[in-house]
């Protein structure tokens, strides 16, 4: 049982470069998430998948698209990357949608757009 | 005004002393309150939920205040391995996770 698996780990990139974040997990969670982290920021919400075949907006996404493969993937990709972009990037996931459960995270994506 | 809101610190402590973390957060309808902790360049790990009553786990001790908004966390004979950012988080609803800065201990 892995958890939440992130790839890649780190990842250097220039300017107007794409790639795509990849996420998985085998906890049978109904929810994925994908947050940044950026120093003095805290976690903000990027996308979030309620459920398979849906994706919502989270705090900022502009720059970003999803797909929810399946229940398992939930991958993140940057078009035209910017240095704004630079950050920490955790994925994380949660059974169900209900008050008092938490959410789990992978180890994250180390990201440096140059 | 931040949607939850926690002093940065570093909070620089011996070990065996007791420290305080103190967070507020904006929105009254929140619905679950957690404690995390997040190591250095490693994802944050669930430490605690935080109830109403309080409740204790070892060392640690996390209360909630509805009326004034904020949630504490109590750390007892802390020891060099507690070092790390604690962070806050408040849910709202759709488990949309509100993250606090955190606080580094």
């Known amino acids: 049982n892995a958890g939440v698996t992130q790839t890649p780990k780190f990842q250097v990139l220039k300017t107007g470069q794409s790639m795509t974040l990849q996420c998985a997990q085998d906890m049978n969670h109904n929810s994925m998430y994908w947050y940044r982290q950026d120093p003095g920021m805290g976690l903000r919400l990027i996308y979030y998948?309620?459920?398979?075949?849906?994706?919502d907006k989270g705090e900022v996404p502009n720059g970003y698209n999803v797909s929810r493969l399946n229940k398992r993937e939930f991958s993140l990709r940057l078009e035209s990357a910017a240095p704004s972009q630079t950050s920490v990037y955790f994925c994380?996931?949660?059974?169900?949608?209900?008050?008092?459960?938490?959410?789990?995270f992978g180890p994250g994506t180390r990201l440096l757009v140059l | 005004r931040k949607e939850v809101e926690q002093d940065p610190g570093p909070f620089n402590v011996p070990e065996g002393a007791t420290v305080a973390f103190n967070c507020t957060y904006s929105?009254?309808?929140?619905?679950?309150f957690f404690w995390y902790r997040q190591d250095c360049r490693k994802e944050p790990k669930l430490l605690m939920s935080v109830y109403s009553s309080g409740n204790e786990d070892g060392r640690f001790t996390a209360q909630l205040n509805r009326a004034s908004q904020y949630i504490s966390l109590l750390i007892r004979d802390s020891k060099l391995s507690d070092s790390a950012t604690y962070l806050c988080v408040v849910t709202g609803t759709a488990s949309k996770l509100t993250f606090g800065t955190g606080t580094r201990l």
């Open positions: 929105n009254s309808a929140s619905q679950s």
């Open positions: 994380a996931s949660i059974r169900d949608r209900v008050v008092g459960e938490t959410q789990y």
């Open positions: 998948s309620a459920s398979e075949g849906t994706t």
